[in-house]
Structures are given as structure tokens and as C-alpha cells.
């Protein structure tokens, strides 16, 4: 799959994690999933993607995306 359609991909990711923050767990894994598609095809990982990635698996991103109240 080419650069800009996985880029695109990972933006609606990113799109629906904020829009529907409850299932942000769901949509961390798509959100893995694209990026070790970039890195198989031996692309650089875009640092931001990979430090949010990171927040996510920690639970840091509540802050971020907060659950409804």
C-alpha cells in the first residue's frame, strides 16, 4: 500500500479516536496495525504517531481523550 494512503488511513484513525474516545482501545490497535505497515515497508515512523501510540498503551491519554462523563 502506497505512503499516502496508509498516512490517510492512520489520520481517519486518529479521527475516530477523538470522536468516539470510549472504543479509543479498539481503535489503538488499527492505529498499531498501520504503523507496523509503515515500518515493514520500511518507512519512517512519524514520531508524533509513535509517542501517541505510546500514551495510549499507558493510559497517559485520558487527558487527551477523555471518556464521556
Known amino acids: ?12 484513525i486518529l479521527d475516530e479516536i477523538a470522536a468516539r474516545p ?11 496495525e498501520k504503523l507496523s ?3 515493514a515497508l520500511g518507512l519512517p515512523l512519524p514520531e508524533d504517531l509513535v509517542k501517541l501510540e505510546a500514551e495510549l498503551e ?3 491519554a485520558d487527558e487527551l481523550y477523555p471518556g464521556k462523563p
Request: aromatic share 6%; hydrophobic share 40%; proline share 0%.
Open 1 to 12: 500500500m502506497a505512503f499516502e494512503a496508509l498516512k490517510a488511513q492512520v489520520y481517519m
Open 22 to 32: 470510549d472504543d479509543r482501545h479498539v481503535l489503538q490497535e488499527s492505529l498499531r
Open 37 to 39: 505497515e509503515l515500518s
Open 58 to 60: 499507558q493510559g497517559t
